[in-house]
């Protein structure tokens, strides 16, 4: 609400229009976790809809880049950048390979039928904070060495 109230003040109309957006999903997944009998949407569950947030504009910035709408594309990927602000820092490549490495000692997986326990694991501890698009390929490169 704050950084909704700073925007506001300073007129920054993109950033003010993507804070609500993201405040309507988040009552949204409010109404949800009630619906389905579960108290209000934990941290997890927050930090994983804000990564498909950013997903999704990440997609849409490029087919609209590849349809020779820059002003669209641009639009949403500063809608991206906005949401990424909310989320914790990213590691960095050298971090996730170390985490990797770690939760393969961790859970003792040895072929390419353990890489479930692997990514599993690392989400469950980096959820938030390691893109899992790009560690699952990591660990299964990893696996198949």
Same mark, same amino acid.
């Given at each position: 609400?704050?950084?909704l /109230? $700073?925007?506001?003040? %300073?007129?920054? /109309?993109?950033k003010?229009a993507?804070?609500?957006?993201? @405040?309507?999903k988040?009552?949204?997944? $409010? #109404?949800? @976790? =009630?619906?389905? &009998? ?5 941290? $997890?569950?927050i930090l994983?809809?804000?990564q498909?947030?950013?997903?999704? =504009? @990440?997609e849409? %910035?490029? #087919?609209?880049?590849?349809n ?7 639009q ?5 950048? #906005?949401?990424?602000s ?5 590691? &960095? ?6 985490a990797i490495? +770690?939760? #393969? %000692?961790?859970?003792?997986?040895? *072929?390419?039928? $353990? ?8 989400? %469950?501890?980096? *959820?938030?904070?390691?893109?899992? &698009? /790009? ?5 299964? +490169?990893a696996? *198949? +060495?």
């Amino acid at each position: 609400m704050a950084a909704l /109230k $700073d925007a506001m003040k %300073a007129g920054e /109309k993109t950033k003010v229009a993507t804070l609500r957006m993201m @405040q309507a999903k988040l009552k949204d997944k $409010d #109404i949800e @976790q =009630r619906g389905l &009998g579960k108290g209000e949407a934990t941290e $997890d569950e927050i930090l994983a809809l804000f990564q498909k947030m950013i997903k999704e =504009r @990440q997609e849409s %910035a490029a #087919i609209y880049a590849a349809n020779n709408r820059p002003e669209l594309a641009e639009q949403e990927t500063s809608e991206a950048a #906005i949401i990424a602000s909310f989320l914790p820092a990213q590691m &960095g490549d050298d971090e996730v390979a170390a985490a990797i490495k +770690a939760e #393969i %000692a961790e859970t003792g997986a040895a *072929s390419m039928k $353990d890489m479930g326990k692997v990514v599993a694991g690392l989400k %469950a501890k980096y *959820s938030g904070r390691m893109d899992f &698009g /790009k560690a699952s390929g990591l660990v299964k +490169a990893a696996l *198949s +060495a």
